[in-house]
């Protein structure tokens, strides 16, 4: 009996399996969230700060997994993750220049040194769980969650756990499964609150669009907002 075989079934196999369907669900994993923002035409309560250190964790993760020659089914949904990402935090601050800009910054991660690789993913690792607590921390404050997808909350939620099979199974690599599973952890805080503010979802919640290009304004009506 292999080391990963259970009453005759091969869990490694398994694992590939599961990591290909996760790499294909991923090119949609976003699209709920983007429907949202589209549908609405809002990013009310959306944190963009969460967004952003989600998109660098995923390239980080993307490229430390090509570094290391893993099998494409443990790391390659970051790649379209990243995309995704980019192109939610495009819809959150409605600028081309800005979002261009951060792309760059992001994708500039490709020219690290390889020996700086393992040493940036380490870094990753608190930076991938550091990106769900603005949301977290934005949904308590305002008692609501805003445009966020609970389709996509609960994907990644899934996603994560199927996540942790296979960096186990697959790569064997410590630090990678940890941070899966942390994720799977605050994904499903994430859905928790979904849960817990459901009827909250239409209240005033601040637009980070205006925080950017009208911060005083967006101020007022807030301080407005809560005096009515």
Do not use: W
């Not at 964790?57 to 993750?81: D, K, M, Q, R």
């Not at 205006?210 to 101020?219: C, E, K, R, V």
Request: include cysteine; charged fraction near 10%; hydrophobic fraction near 40%.
């Amino acid at each position: 009996m292999g080391e990963y075989e259970y009453f005759g079934f091969d869990l490694s196999f398994l694992s590939s399996i599961l990591g290909v369907f996760i790499i294909v669900g991923s090119s949609l994993i976003k699209l709920p969230q983007l429907y949202t923002l589209y549908r609405t035409g809002s990013s009310n309560g959306l944190s963009l700060s969460a967004f952003s250190l989600e998109a660098v964790a995923y390239f980080i993760n993307y490229v430390y997994g090509y570094s290391h020659s893993y099998p494409f089914t443990t790391y390659g949904e970051n790649l379209t993750l990243t995309f995704q990402n980019i192109a939610i935090i495009g819809c959150i601050m409605r600028r081309k220049v800005y979002t261009v800009i951060f792309a760059a910054i992001t994708f500039s991660f490709l020219l690290t040194p390889k020996p700086l690789i393992d040493m940036t993913f380490q870094l990753s690792i608190p930076l991938s769980l550091a990106s769900k607590l603005p949301q977290i921390h934005a949904n308590h404050r305002n008692a609501s969650t805003g445009s966020l997808s609970p389709i996509t909350t609960l994907a990644q939620l899934g996603g994560c756990c199927v996540r942790v099979l296979t960096s186990v199974h697959n790569a064997g690599d410590i630090p990678m499964t940890i941070s899966f599973a942390g994720a799977a952890l605050l994904n499903g805080i994430l859905l928790a609150q979904i849960v817990l503010y459901a009827r909250n979802r239409s209240v005033y919640l601040p637009s980070h669009t205006a925080q950017i290009l009208h911060p005083s304004n967006t101020n007022e009506k807030s301080g407005k907002s809560r005096r009515d």
